[in-house]
């Protein structure tokens, strides 16, 4: 019979796990303190301890460390709903046997726990790095936890990492990341964008050139490749390169020696490979237009990173971090309508919009509180204004071939203009309006508009709520 010792201050948590594995025939302790947790563990002896990384008094992580020291061979699992990178990370360099976000499932924590019983021997104990830095990645949902989780476990194994999501997601900083926490972190993070370099330029950017290769070369120089020796080079939509440049990366990976445009003579060059693509690179495997053995080389590991419509749980923080980054002195903060309008956002353009949107307002808010038409529209919104441009138009152009035909008189001379804005205008207003329940600022944001330029409109009409 199995010993197990499970340190959590929610009863729920112990609740289940302890009745889920006395079934399975284990002798089941459940403590709500790492204090009494660390008193009792020379009595129990315990052969697969479970805690929670937030407990009252000692944390989960300091504990960890007094663990190792007096049952170095005893698997830890560790398990938290308020993770984040750094915390990952330590817990992983700390000897932890696996890293859990609650909510988790039942049956995957007992599987987990019944390989640490089977294991009984993994010490994993590395020294800290980056301790007490600014996190480069924040959230608290499920799916940026999971990826916390990949980066801790693959950071310290220098093998290929190919990181995919869409546009904006922040690939660039899972990169950093990994190369943060990894055995190079002493040496250079080289960031490599093939599509934004001058096509002409690629090779010798990529592998430097020797003197008086091309008009120019008045002088040998060493390419990024050579540049990221000892630490690692991170190839940004590594899906967009030409083959060419595909066989030479290869060859690079293969033999560690960097051969200059010109050169015959090769140049030590180690560094990790760490890429990043929007694309399915298995379906540009397919169409021939990436090399089949190049992507098995950087697939070892592959961490997606979600959009932001996935982990809505992360908006108010990364939103707040954003707004602290360019206002530390706290002259501005968000009212509640603008979180919810940032709730309700679809942020086509990821975490980067977010940012955006978020710095706009910190700059155009002079009032103190940010409200939500200090953001600006938002990216494809007004693909979805005009359901049926065909009709509109034509609409547009009887209301034209109308009013200005020599026998019509509706206005004067160079006034069309201003007459069709005052026609559509106070429609466009009164919709919105009754959109919005007469809430101005949701109208002007509706519009696309300054919540003062509403005003003006509305009064220029005369127009009160929507009603002449």
Known sequence: MSSILIVDDEPSICWAL????????????????????????????????????????????????????????????????????????????????????????LDEAIGIIRRALESQSHDRDSPETAADREP?????????????????????????????????????????????????????????????????????ELFGHTKGDFTGAVAERDGLLTAAHGGSAFFDEIGDISLTIQTKLLRVLETKSVVPVGGNLGRNSDFRLVAATNRHLEETVAQGLFREDLFYRLNVYRIEVPPLRERREDISILANHFMRRLDPEGHVWFSDAAVTSLMNRQWKGNVRELRNAVEHAVIVTRSGEIQPDAFPAEVGSGATLVRNPSGLQQLIRDWWSANASPTANPAETGALYEAFLAEVEPLLLTE?????????QEAARLLGIHRQTLREKLRKYGLNDGQP
């Open 432 to 440: 919105a309006l009754a959109k919005s329940d007469g809430n101005r």
């Open 136 to 204: 480069w990645l924040l959230g608290a949902s499920p799916v940026m936890q999971d990826v916390f989780r990949k980066i801790a476990y693959v950071a310290r194994h220098d093998v290929p990492v190919l990181i995919t999501g869409e546009s904006g997601t922040g690939k660039e900083l899972v990169a950093a990341a990994i190369h943060r926490y990894s055995t190079r972190s002493e040496g250079p993070f080289i960031p490599v964008c093939v599509p934004a370099m001058n096509e002409a330029m690629v090779e010798s």
């Open 18 to 105: 302890q009745q889920a594995l006395t079934d399975d025939g284990h002798r089941v302790v459940t403590t709500a303190t790492a204090e009494e947790a660390l008193q009792r563990i020379g009595d129990l002896k315990p052969d697969v301890i479970v805690m929670d990384i937030r407990l009252p008094g000692i944390d989960g992580l300091t504990a960890l460390e007094q663990l190792r020291e007096r049952i170095p061979q005893t698997p830890v699992i560790m398990i938290t709903a308020f993770g984040s990178l750094d915390t990952a990370v330590k817990a992983v360099n700390r000897g932890v046997f696996e890293y859990l976000t609650k909510p988790f499932d």
